[in-house]
């Protein structure tokens, strides 16, 4: 037991680094190169890059398929772009934003990141990850041409510790990257991009300090170079990226409080020391919260607008029933599993609707990821079938069609799926979604564990939405 203990106590001793994050650092210089988040040491975005920023910010509205103005159905598509640490993060932050009533209901927030998949691999515009991108942004009923805002935050694996070697390869992938998503979404018009968090717990070498703190730069000379007028990263005339901005720089020195109070404690990591736990991930989604609420080029088109309001519900109902144990039920169990292979397993979720009024333009499925996720999202006509009693033996028939097919997703990321066709043409109001397996074996986190099956539902209301503060727009 004594032994067991060793690595987190090492962990917990380990010293902090002594670096100055570099919105700290400011004017100042690290092995040669300035700090601050923007040139000549600044905090500050440059006036001229701002008034772009604020005009492309002000095109940002809700558009149809083939990418045109579209107030009554259109979509303002939000992506996350980047590997594990990214989708980890993503995850709460999408969650939590799919329970916000005082931001714009339109924005439809989807996780894009994906596990082991860094920046050389996805700077490579003819990388799987791309694929993987095309198909969750389909299964959301989303296309290229509504996606308009990214968050991007990326790094690579086992960098060497020769600043500023690594990191200036790390900026190269960025602006390869950034140049991908401009091309695959021609109307990504603003781009966020942050660098990692602490790596000083860190006890692999997939990413430790100062490597973690020196990707900063990287981050940092991506936006200079777009500012000082570099050709490969235009965004007009002709755009070849995306505006860049610094998303929020999210480094602190572990335990050593920032200027603004910001620390990582040891407990915000997994065993690695490098990949988020689960306050981790709050911390970051917390964060990307505060960011995207009060940044001055996100004010356009984060707030809430008038005539449509957000409305998450929960599942009445979620169980998976198992071919190997045909008569056992796991109403209770705290996970959801899909599988097909030595046995078949389906995931059942049933939601009441009848409170909901009026015109429901989305129906955004949203589960959390346990392990792996994905699969054949298909309609149940039979919604009578009770949490604590249904089995493989007794379970309904997928009888009502294929939905979509969603892809698979990465450990504790999420998956979600348009059901809004689905949704509207129940005559009771009381829906039932079924989850297989094509190959393989998923699990989700299921309400008893916390994290529920939800539908996402964007409603046109004749209501104004609010400002801000208050109370949140009327629920019809």
């Not at 210089?29 to 700090?35: C, D, I, T």
């Not at 991007?152 to 790390?170: R, T």
């Not at 792996?372 to 298909?378: R, T, Y």
Request: with cysteine.
């Amino acid at each position: 037991m004594v032994h067991a203990l060793l690595p987190f106590v090492a962990i917990l001793l380990r010293p902090d680094t002594g670096n100055v994050p570099l919105n700290d650092l400011g004017a100042g210089f690290y092995k040669g190169f300035q700090g601050g988040l923007y040139p000549g040491g600044s905090n500050v975005v440059p006036a001229s890059h701002m008034s772009a920023a604020l005009a492309l910010a002000a095109g940002i509205v809700p558009r149809d398929a083939a990418g045109m103005p579209n107030a009554q159905t259109g979509k303002i598509g939000m992506i996350t772009i980047g590997m594990s640490n990214t989708t980890q993060e993503s995850a709460p932050f999408e969650r939590n934003e799919d329970l916000n009533g005082y931001r714009n209901a339109r924005v439809e927030i989807l996780n894009c990141a994906v596990g082991g998949q860094t920046a050389h691999i996805i700077a490579d515009p003819s990388a799987n990850y791309w694929t993987i991108v095309a198909q969750r942004i389909a299964a959301m009923g989303l296309n290229a041409n509504q996606i308009q805002i990214a968050w991007l935050k990326e790094a690579n694996a086992n960098p060497p510790n020769d600043f500023p070697g690594h990191a200036q390869v790390l900026r190269d992938d960025l602006i390869q990257v950034v140049r991908n998503l401009r091309q695959k979404f021609p109307n990504l018009t603003l781009c966020y991009v942050s660098s990692r968090i602490y790596g000083g717990y860190a006890n692999t070498q997939l990413n430790p300090e100062p490597q973690a703190y020196e990707s900063g730069f990287s981050v940092k000379w991506l936006v200079e170079a777009q500012i000082s007028g570099d050709s490969r990263l235009s965004f007009a005339n002709p755009p070849n990226a995306p505006l860049l901005l610094w998303g929020p720089y999210m480094w602190a020195d572990g335990l050593t409080p920032r200027s603004d109070g910001l620390i990582w404690m040891a407990n915000e990591f997994e065993s690695d020391g490098t990949h988020p736990s689960t306050l981790g991930e709050n911390h970051v989604a917390d964060l990307l919260t505060q960011f995207f609420s009060t940044d001055s080029t996100c004010q356009v088109w984060f707030k809430p607008q008038p005539g449509f309001r957000l409305t998450a519900v929960n599942a009445a109902a979620d169980a998976s029933v198992r071919s190997d144990q045909p008569n056992a039920n796991f109403g209770s169990a705290d996970s959801l599993i899909t599988a097909e292979g030595s046995y078949s397993a389906r995931t059942y979720l049933k939601f009441d609707l009848r409170g909901i009024v009026g015109q429901i333009v989305s129906a955004k499925l949203s589960l959390r990821v346990g392990n792996g996720g994905g699969g054949i999202l298909g309609l149940v006509n039979n919604s009578n079938w009770q949490e604590n009693t249904i089995t493989w033996n007794n379970a309904p028939p997928i009888d009502g069609g294929t939905i979509t097919q969603i892809p698979m997703a990465s450990r504790e990321s999420t998956i979600c799926a348009e059901t809004a066709a689905a949704v509207n043409a129940d005559s009771d109001k009381i829906v039932t979604f079924a989850l297989a397996a094509p190959s393989g074996s998923q699990t989700y986190v299921s309400k008893e564990g916390g994290q529920p099956p939800r539908l996402v539902l964007i409603v046109k209301t004749k209501f104004p939405a609010k400002s801000g503060g208050g109370v949140p727009p009327p629920s019809s």
